[in-house]
């Protein structure tokens, strides 16, 4: 598939102070990505940089196999044939939907502006609603509405910067599914700027976490839950706890635990001491299992329990247990580990590890 969306090397700064630096991915056409990060991360400024409204303070970006920004260099953003989605929706109030779907379409004449019109409404099932005014629709589909008129033109690129921020969770992660569909549908390249995580993994295809000014990692939503690139991922992916261990003979780990896992992170010597992630998943609740933990909390999820679980050498793990299993605080109850896909980082105090040829630990 032909690149549609690159972005090279990408530093954005204001007033000297660089708010994401050295950002590198691609978009092929017709794919969704995400910006996935905490907020004051960057990822915004990143958007709005290939929107065309932040010039770069280094790298570039190309949109459609055209160089649309470098330093020094920026194309307007009605030049670039991007459309964008905002948080807040912006409709025009005294403009039906029909009226604000046609209303980015005023370049196109009145007959391909119709049957667009007349294509988006039923893409985006609207046409019971065609006559009524924003305030007369629910957010949900206001938030169509406003989908629907930013890719009336038909854009190379869709960008929605935090659209789904008003709606409440549950219905926030619908939409994102329902938005994906009609997105594929219509083959428009798109991405999506959130906070949240479950939003990402029900719209996009590829997704880059963004902490501290950097792209962590670039990858799907599997690979980023069981095989996170670094500390900063594996702890805003998903739930889970960093238990240690220290690497022993043959590339496995001994877990304060007292169990036994492996592979142990590459170029870690034997004696490194690591940080182990464990998921929910990651442990099983086994009556015959001779591990057990106390139950320290416990959260009711309906079908499941999430137990915090402390171990003998206090430290938590996190337990997900079916509902019927309804044990109290206080309480041991007993675990088997079943880690199919291990994630472990050497600990980044070189005292802890007390090897001073440690490759994991030099810089």
């Not at 409204?53 to 470098?70: N, T």
């Not at 219509?186 to 939003?199: C, M, S």
């Not at 702890?235 to 022993?248: C, E, K, P, T």
Request: hydrophobic share 40%; proline share 4%; aromatic share 6%.
């Amino acid at each position: 598939m032909p690149i549609q969306l690159d972005v090279k090397n990408v530093s954005v700064a204001y007033d000297g102070v660089a708010v994401v630096t050295g950002i590198n991915f691609t978009l092929d056409v017709g794919q969704i990505g995400c910006l996935l990060g905490p907020s004051g991360c960057g990822k915004t400024s990143l958007l709005r940089a290939i929107a065309g409204f932040e010039p770069l303070a280094s790298g570039e970006i190309h949109l459609h196999g055209k160089q649309v920004s470098s330093v020094g260099a920026t194309t307007p953003p009605e030049k670039r044939r991007i459309g964008m989605v905002f948080q807040d929706f912006a409709l025009f109030p005294h403009l039906s939907v029909s009226e604000n779907i046609s209303f980015g379409m005023r370049l196109m004449d009145k007959k391909q502006t119709a049957s667009r019109v007349e294509e988006l409404l039923d893409l985006m099932e609207l046409r019971a609603f065609r006559h009524q005014h924003p305030h007369e629709l629910s957010g949900g589909q206001q938030q169509r509405v406003a989908l629907a008129r930013a890719m009336g033109p038909k854009p190379e690129i869709l960008l929605l910067d935090e659209p789904f921020s008003s709606m409440d969770a549950e219905l926030r992660e619908h939409l994102a599914r329902d938005i994906r569909l009609v997105l594929k549908k219509d083959g428009v390249t798109a991405i999506l700027v959130t906070h949240d995580q479950f939003e990402a993994f029900a719209m996009a295809d590829e997704i880059g976490v963004v902490g501290e000014g950097q792209l962590r990692q670039w990858n799907n939503a599997y690979e980023l839950y069981h095989r996170p690139a670094d500390t900063m991922v594996s702890a805003f992916i998903g739930m889970g706890v960093m238990v240690s261990g220290q690497v022993i003979e043959n590339g496995q780990i001994a877990l304060s635990m007292g169990e036994i896992v492996k592979p142990a992170p590459e170029n870690c010597e034997v004696g490194c001491m690591v940080s182990v992630l464990l998921r929910p998943d990651d442990l099983i609740h086994d009556d015959d299992s001779q591990l057990t933990f106390k139950i320290e909390d416990r959260a009711f999820r309906g079908a499941e329990f999430l137990y915090t679980l402390k171990t003998p050498d206090g430290e938590k793990v996190l337990c997900m247990v079916q509902s019927h299993h309804n044990h109290q605080i206080g309480e041991k109850i007993g675990v088997r580990l079943d880690v199919q896909h291990l994630t472990s980082f050497p600990m980044s105090d070189c005292s802890e590890c007390q090897l001073t040829n440690c490759q994991s630990h030099q810089s």
